[in-house]
């Protein structure tokens, strides 16, 4: 009705207020439509429809510029802003980004998909425009736990140093993707109640000039908010209280389930489930049993995560077997490592639950309050493939590269149930190193018989294979790549390195006495990975070395046979490429 005319935002500015309230209801029609069929972030984008559409009418994109923390909420802005057909057309739904892509538009600024980011991004923004002497609006959108994050603390105590237009909006909801926690969140909570007057106020005692907006998913109020800071020219805080999954009961109620899903049925709110229902073994389920089983035994045990727990499988009943031993640090995954340091460094074992593609926030602490003070914390990687995330913002394969070569990390990849489990053990229990552990991706496997390695003797492969000629050294999620080949060829060696952070150099060198060719496999970023170590040992010796893993660069939305292919990975193309290589 409305929607077929909005090309961009200038458009909906010829639309009178009741027009206006009738286009967000239009709006979201189309938003839970794409949702219920293509999935995605529910919650996130429904809370935020009103403000957005509210920022839009009152601000002038793309000259003003608008920088969502996150962007995991710019569903309806993308609507506004001349992607529509993408949020309309069942055929153009994966057509954007769930993020914001400046590829796609000029009223994207930046590509965004971790938090609390959104705040220093608008402050480098705001110091630019007043070094040129210019007058726009920079309007940094914030919410779902963010404020959790550092980061984004960092930036409020720079924003008042700015003296001139910024804009803060606090979407609070009340929620980040679980629960809340920390002190920070009580002052929202306060803040919330007390209609924005109570004396403890966050903002105010940074300096910031403070407006709080109870109606946070009314278009009227929102309007006449966002009217009263237009071109103002000093930081402003403009606090929103809204609702998260507005519109949409399902979401409103359980607002950690909807936070992210899957397709649903519109009228029930029910997810579909896809195959045959039946529920099987993941690492992530058998990862949870095996922590709370050591949590029982062990009162010293602690679980940490990041403010995202149903990445885990930690649903809330798990957190509450869990009890005190379990830490949700919010977004904040530098406090969680350096908090893991000081707990090993106490006596405690923490184990710190992250998403490889978080890891890279916190490399300092890694390096610095972990692994140089040597404490013995565990952190189990997840998502650590080419098998997971593909958008450009969620990717999983840089992990190898960057923490495998801090010194004293031992990092791990497992690659059947029995491995895991023992990992898990040593790791939990020794007290010589900081441990990770490269949780598999692929569907769980069994050999059987107990796993008896004793993975204190540090850097120990496993041929799993004797040959001749040929060694496969097969990493991780690549191993039964690896074993895939090894049959195909026959009389070759198969390895299982183990361990990613050093290498078998007793092993190595006895591969020369009867092998012309090493292949090593891995499923991360080839540049300063574990191939490139073999290389370097072989370096001045007769045997040929060849690479496989991933070209580095940033691929976006990629389908993972396809984008192995391109990048000559497929047990076809190696097979062919080892012949080749013997017949040199």
């Known amino acids: 009705m409305y929607l ?37 972030h529910i919650g996130p984008n429904l809370g935020s429809l009103e403000f957005t559409v509210a920022l839009h009418y009152v601000f002038d994109s793309p000259k003003d510029k608008i920088v969502f923390d996150v962007s995991h909420q710019t569903y ?15 055929d153009k739904y994966g057509s954007v980004s ?40 920079i309007i940094a959108v914030i919410g779902d736990g963010s404020l959790s994050g550092g980061e984004a603390l960092e930036g409020l105590n720079n924003v008042f140093e700015l003296n001139s237009n910024m804009i803060v909006v606090i979407n609070d909801n009340d929620q980040s ?9 009580k002052n929202l909570r306060d803040l919330r109640e007390s209609k924005g007057k109570t004396e403890a106020n966050l903002f105010k005692s940074m300096g910031l000039n403070y407006i709080y907006v109870d ?45 992210y899903g899957s397709p649903f049925d519109i009228e029930t709110g029910e997810f579909k489930i896809f195959g045959n229902g039946q529920v099987v073994d993941t ?25 995202t727990p149903g990445a885990f499988r930690f649903s809330p009943s798990v957190r509450e077997q869990m009890g005190k031993q379990y830490i949700d ?4 995954e530098e406090h969680a490592v350096a908090m893991s340091s000081g707990l090993a460094k106490n006596g405690g074992k923490p184990v710190f639950c992250v998403y490889s593609t978080f890891m890279q926030r916190t490399y300092d602490q890694l390096s610095h309050d972990l692994c140089l003070n040597n404490n013995p914390a565990l952190i189990l990687v997840y998502g650590a493939s080419v098998y997971e995330e593909s958008d450009a913002t969620h990717l999983g394969i840089f992990d190898i590269p960057m923490i495998s070569n801090i010194p004293n990390l031992v990092y791990l990849a497992p690659t059947n149930k029995e491995e895991y489990f023992r990992m898990l053990d040593w790791g939990l229990n020794q007290t010589e190193h900081p441990v990770a552990i490269r949780v598999p991706v692929v569907d769980v496997v069994t050999t059987g018989g107990e796993d008896l390695t004793d993975y204190s003797i540090l850097n120990k492969s496993k041929v799993i294979k004797k040959g001749k000629d040929v060694a496969i050294i097969a990493l991780s999620n690549f191993y039964n790549l690896g074993k895939e080949i090894a049959d195909d060829l026959g009389d070759v060696t198969l390895i299982n390195p183990v361990y990613i952070t050093g290498l078998d150099e007793e092993l190595l060198e006895k591969l020369k006495e009867d092998h012309k ?20 040992f072989y370096g001045t010796s007769d045997i040929k070395v060849k690479n496989y893993g991933i070209k580095k660069s940033f691929p976006d939305r990629f389908v993972a046979k396809k984008f192995l292919i391109e990048n000559g990975i497929s047990k076809k193309q190696i097979v062919k490429d080892i012949k080749e290589l013997l017949e040199k």
Do not use: W
């Open 98 to 137: 769930g993020f914001t892509s400046p590829k796609e538009s000029e009223h994207d600024f930046f590509t965004i998909g971790h938090t609390s980011t959104s705040i220093s991004l608008a402050c480098g923004l705001a110091k630019a425009r007043d070094l040129k002497g210019e007058n726009e609006n």
């Open 283 to 307: 690492y992530k389920t058998l990862t949870v049993d095996y922590l709370l089983n050591a949590i029982k035994k062990d009162k010293t045990v602690a679980v940490i995560n990041a403010g």
């Open 76 to 90: 309806v802005h993308k609507m506004l802003t001349g992607r529509k057909e993408a949020f309309m057309e069942a």
């Open 4 to 40: 077929e005319k909005i090309n961009s935002p200038a458009d909906i500015k010829k639309l009178s207020i009741d027009e206006l309230k009738e286009f967000v209801v239009e709006l979201r029609t189309h938003l839970l439509e794409r949702l219920s069929k293509k999935g995605g």
């Open 329 to 332: 640090v919010g977004i904040a």
């Open 177 to 185: 993707i679980a629960e809340n926690h920390g002190g920070l969140y």
């Open 215 to 259: 109606e946070g998913n009314d278009i009227e109020a929102l309007i006449s908010a966002f009217k009263s800071v237009k071109d103002i020219n000093k930081p402003i805080v403009i606090h929103l209280s809204t609702i998260k999954g507005s519109g949409f009961k399902p979401a409103e109620i359980n607002r950690e389930r909807y936070h």
């Open 517 to 536: 060719l090493v292949i090593t496999l891995e499923d991360s970023v080839l540049d300063g990975g574990f191939g490139e170590k073999v290389s370097r």
